[in-house]
């Protein structure tokens, strides 16, 4: 028995996911979450048409979805993106987390006779 069995969560966790998932957001709503000093705060959360749980979104995957589709997420919903999961460093701890990828074709830029600029978010 795994613990997400006995302790479903309605959100997704690194976990979850399994390699590159591209996925249709649904939409986007605010919900009420308690942040690490257990105080009641609004997060934005992304629902997908693939996935029954919902992504918290930090600033760093809402900034990735728009680039790709602009700033307004009630013009996200139909939206394509692909997530994925990487290892950051979190509260000095280095942990897995689902973050949103570039499509193909977003990837170095060359600048005018200068080094490729990597896209980064």
Known sequence: MKSSDVFPSKYMKAEDLDGDLEVTIEHVAREGLKDQAGHE?????????????????????????????????????????TLTVIDVDAFGEV????RGKLPKGNGPKKLPDGP??????
Do not use: C, R, Y
């Not at 760093?60 to 996200?76: P, R």
């Not at 942990?95 to 689902?98: D, E, G, K, M, P």
């Open 41 to 81: 705060v609004d997060k934005p959360v992304a629902f997908f048409e693939e996935f029954q749980k919902g992504l918290i979104l930090n600033k760093t995957n809402w900034a990735m979805i728009a680039k790709q589709h602009g700033d307004e997420s009630d013009d996200w919903n139909g939206k394509k993106i």
């Open 95 to 98: 942990v897995s987390a689902i």
């Open 116 to 121: 490729a600029m990597e896209d980064s978010w």
